[in-house]
């Protein structure tokens, strides 16, 4: 235990023994309504996600949510954000929750907490650590031994860590929820739901509350709620909302009503439109709620960024990767500023409770730095060397990230020609056998890009033994549905022709260590002769750099790669997630203030996937562009 932590928990207790009466939260069947203290109480609350925001801008955040007259957040915690690794924590820094809470605390927000296992969120597997797909036919949110195994072993770290920060033992926590969304699952494997309810009171005492969330339909409540938890709801706006409470008072005849995940916005996908929610809709829907007594969560209050590689996919007909943003059109936007629909709420809300006195703090400074020119680094595959330095894994079949025990990023397969192929041949990918994307290189020259359900072949000619690349890049996986086990990589052989291929040599690549260390910054220097002409489109993955020193102070900023297809990026080492402006609707990155240096110059690092423009400029401007359609541009490749 931290310094900290002590110094934290030793003043809890101090302040449980200082009141004269302990706290207590719990819910009034016979007036349909929460207590807090005794007294009636009802929480106007907002969802915010620590783990899509940079930590220096909590407090900012949660300062504006609580001058918007809220009294409560809601917030989730993935696991796999705090286990990457089977049995190896991490609370430090951008996931020293506690740290949240604490700032909430200060601020006067209570906390309703979500902890899963299982939380959706649009994060990469639902939050839950892609190592349990080790086990190959892990029946994932049931009683699978195995899967039970793990779960435990996470709750008996995180449920003690959150047992102080109880409401009843002098923290804000006032209620738990137990998984998410249950209901919409195909399991409804209720021995699992009431593991959870029976681990959850064996470490947080029979006096908390504990609550389900499902869709407000008669099946999704009757699959995930469980005796002894409390049920609640989520639904958007609408124009009748005691019909939409009507299913959750059907399964909770008397008590509180809520709405769980009241939607303010919707998230965007990759190559879809942008999702709004009209601020009219949703302010008269929250008045509504508000005027028959019900306690209402905002979902997003503030939506935030989904850095990295964290963001999840749905499946609806087909595989929809969610963007980087997660603004959610939400009452703040992703760069954390009041918006429109923050006061039009804020009004709502007024009418009904206190308001603090006071200003909202005002956005942060947003500018536009320009210009900045980028350097070809070099192939992908001419760094292979320093991106895995280990031999790569052999093996006749293809084998899956998970198998390698790398989880996100990028995986390089390997094989040869077995045969002279003089006339184009078909390379065939059978539907489903490439999570997500493969783009192709025969003898290092890229010649396409084979899609998880929609390029499956692409015709490609070679001499025996020349070498076949696949760079499979993982999209996200699946965070919803009945099967998400969403293993990534080569996950079905892939033929030539008639032939299966085999013999593969299987590179586990780290590109974020290398990155983050400057060494492609150090790789410019030492190479300061290689004189670039761009005067040219560049294909297939490839690295491109940039230093810039800004003109003044470091304030938040947008980027817009214009031109640039498809790939990832980082500032100053900090992976700021996957840019595609090619689909869109996404076309610009948050890059935060906190990520630049005022004092010296910082780094851009892109691996463009399959297109550089001839003119490789990066762009920083001073406002976010989310609503932009994709282009329409194709790669002609011809081989010789
Ligand atoms: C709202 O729905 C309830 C329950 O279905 C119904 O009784 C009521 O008439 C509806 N109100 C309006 C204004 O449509
Ligand atoms: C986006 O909106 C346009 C115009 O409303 C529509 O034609 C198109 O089908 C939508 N695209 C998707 C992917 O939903
Ligand atoms: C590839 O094909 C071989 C031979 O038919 C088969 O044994 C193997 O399971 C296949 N691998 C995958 C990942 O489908
Ligand atoms: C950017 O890279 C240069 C060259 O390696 C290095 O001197 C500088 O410190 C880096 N800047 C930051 C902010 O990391
Ligand atoms: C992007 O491409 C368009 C069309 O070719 C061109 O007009 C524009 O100048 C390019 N933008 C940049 C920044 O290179
Ligand atoms: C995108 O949003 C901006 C700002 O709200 C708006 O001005 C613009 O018209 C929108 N563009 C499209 C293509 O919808």
Redesign the pocket.
């Known amino acids: 235990m931290d310094s900290q932590h002590g110094i934290r928990l030793l003043l809890l207790g101090y302040l449980s023994v200082m009141a004269s009466t302990s706290p207590t939260f719990h819910i009034d069947y016979e007036n349909n309504c929460f207590r807090k203290d005794g007294q009636v109480f009802r929480y106007v609350s907002g969802s915010i996600h620590y783990f899509r925001i940079p930590p220096e801008y909590w407090k900012d955040r949660l300062l504006k949510m609580y001058m918007a007259g809220l009294n409560a957040i809601q917030i989730y915690i993935p696991w796999n954000f705090h286990e990457a690794t089977p049995g190896v924590y991490n609370f430090q820094g951008d996931r020293d929750l506690e740290q949240f809470l604490e700032l909430a605390g200060q601020i006067g927000l209570l906390v309703i907490l979500r902890p899963g296992p299982y939380i959706c969120a649009e994060w990469d597997m639902g939050g839950l650590p892609a190592w349990l797909l080790q086990k190959r036919n892990i029946v994932l949110r049931s009683s699978d031994p195995d899967y039970l195994m793990a779960v435990d072993s996470w709750l008996d770290v995180l449920l003690p860590k959150m047992k102080p920060w109880l409401y009843q033992n002098g923290g804000n926590i006032i209620s738990v929820q137990v998984e998410n969304e249950y209901g919409s699952y195909f399991a409804c494997d209720y021995n699992y739901l009431r593991h959870l309810k029976a681990k959850f009171e064996s470490i947080l005492g029979k006096e908390v509350v504990l609550f389900t969330t499902d869709g407000n339909s008669e099946k999704e409540l009757r699959r995930g709620t469980l005796e002894g938890m409390y049920a609640t709801v989520d639904f958007g706006p609408s124009s009748?909302v005691?019909?939409e409470f009507?299913a959750q008072r059907q399964i909770e005849p008397k008590g509180p009503l809520v709405n769980s995940e009241y939607y303010t916005g919707w998230l965007d996908y990759w190559g879809g439109n942008h999702s709004t929610g009209d601020t009219a809709m949703v302010a008269k829907c929250l008045q509504d709620m508000l005027t028959i007594g019900a306690n209402v969560n905002m979902y997003m209050f503030e939506g935030g960024t989904n850095f990295g590689y964290w963001s999840g996919a749905d499946y609806k007909k087909k595989f929809k990767p969610v963007t980087t943003s997660y603004d959610y059109d939400a009452p703040l936007s992703e760069a954390g500023d009041p918006t429109e629909k923050l006061y039009a709420l804020r009004t709502v809300i007024s009418q009904f409770k206190d308001i603090p006195q006071g200003p909202m703090p005002p956005p942060t400074i947003k500018e536009g730095y320009g210009y900045v020119p980028l350097l070809k680094n070099g192939a992908l595959l001419e760094f292979l060397d320093v991106l895995s330095p280990f031999p790569p894994v052999v093996s006749v079949f293809p084998l899956t990230f998970e198998h390698l025990k790398q989880y996100f990023g990028f995986v390089l397969y390997r094989t040869r020609f077995p045969l002279d192929v003089l006339k184009p041949t078909p390379l065939m990918a059978p539907r489903n056998a490439v999570h997500d994307l493969g783009y192709v290189m025969v003898k290092g020259e890229y010649v396409g890009v084979l899609e998880r359900e929609e390029s499956l072949v692409i015709h490609v000619t070679g001499r025996i033994g020349d070498t076949l690349d696949i760079l499979v890049e993982n999209m996200g996986r699946l965070n919803f549905g009945a099967d998400f086990n969403d293993f990534k990589g080569l996950v079905r052989n892939l033929s030539l022709g008639p032939i299966i291929l085999e013999g593969w040599e299987i590179y586990s690549l780290d590109i974020d260590g290398p990155v983050r260390m400057g060494w492609i910054q150090s790789m410019i220097r030492d190479k300061p002769q290689k004189k670039q002409h761009s005067l040219v489109a560049s294909t297939g993955p490839a690295f491109y750099t940039a230093c810039f020193q800004l003109p003044g102070p470091n304030h938040d900023t947008f980027l817009k790669l214009p031109n640039w297809t498809k790939g990832q990026v980082w500032i100053n080492g900090f992976n700021l997630g996957r840019y595609w402006p090619a689909k869109g609707p996404q076309k610009t990155l948050f890059v935060p203030a906190t990520l630049l240096e005022a004092s010296r110059p910082n780094n851009i690092t892109l691996l463009e996937l399959m297109e550089a423009p001839a003119k490789r400029w990066a762009l920083f401007i001073d406002r976010p562009i989310l609503n932009g359609t994709g282009t329409k541009r194709t790669v002609t490749i011809v081989l010789n």
Request: without cysteine; charged residues 25%; positive net charge.
């Open positions: 009748n005691t019909k009507q």
